[in-house]
């Protein structure tokens, strides 16, 4: 679809839309967390990207092989572990992001349920 600047219009990408994929899920949530972080200077790009890596390790899909299905399990886990034992804080500070929204949104977007 073309938009009346001449460039392609994209369809608009929420996370809703995309209940199948979870590693797409992943990158809308840290799009929209970077859109709204305060992550102006070289440290708080690094630690937002923490947290944006911890996100996507936590929405990774599953995998066709068994070793690579281990791996990811194993990644998730750690990544599960790090959001459950409020590691998350920290970085979510550093970029004035409040820690308690960041968990509602994985709650309802990653399924983390009651952590």
């Known amino acids: 679809m073309k938009s009346a600047r001449g460039g ?3 369809k608009n990408c929420s996370v809703e839309s995309l209940k ?3 590693v797409k899920r992943g990158d809308v949530i840290c799009k929209g967390l970077a859109r709204i972080a305060d992550a102006e200077f070289p440290e708080q790009k690094l630690w937002l990207a923490v947290l944006c890596d911890a996100i996507m390790d936590l929405m990774m899909g ?3 092989t068994y ?3 281990r791996r990811v399990e194993q990644i998730r886990a750690n990544a599960l572990t790090w959001f459950r034992k409020g590691h998350h804080v920290f970085p979510c ?3 004035g992001l ?3 929204f960041v968990m509602d949104i ?3 977007h990653a399924g983390l349920g009651a952590v």
């Open 8 to 10: 392609v219009r994209r």
């Open 20 to 22: 199948n994929n979870s």
């Open 62 to 64: 599953e995998r066709k």
């Open 67 to 69: 070793q690579d299905s």
């Open 93 to 95: 500070d550093m970029v």
């Open 98 to 100: 409040n820690p308690d």
């Open 106 to 108: 994985l709650r309802e």
